[in-house]
């Protein structure tokens, strides 16, 4: 549900979606996805910038993916970030 949306955010925009994390400027991950904390400091110590989501009631992921660097947001909020953050680099 939320890749759909979430791609549709980022095509609107004129951006271009990747599979190849050393290609982006900007990675989109799912807070409880496998090794998310991992990742994102991966992405984060590269120079990417992160956002990560995930449901409010998960506090402790978002604060993980907090505390490794990316910007987390509850679920209701990924797509009004992700197009800040579209709309600001």
Same mark, same amino acid.
């Given at each position: 549900?939320?890749? /759909?949306?979430?791609? /549709? ?6 951006? /271009? ?15 409880? /996805? ?56």
């Amino acid at each position: 549900m939320f890749r /759909a949306k979430l791609a /549709a955010v980022v095509t609107a925009q004129g951006s /271009a979606l990747v599979n190849d994390s050393s290609a982006c400027d900007l990675a989109v991950v799912s807070a409880d /996805a496998p090794d998310a904390v991992d990742r994102i400091r991966g992405w984060v110590a590269g120079g990417t910038r992160v956002l990560a989501y995930g449901a409010h009631v998960r506090a402790d992921l978002l604060r993980a993916a907090r505390d490794a660097g990316a910007d987390a947001v509850p679920n209701s909020e990924v797509e009004r970030r992700l197009l800040e953050l579209l709309t600001s680099t």
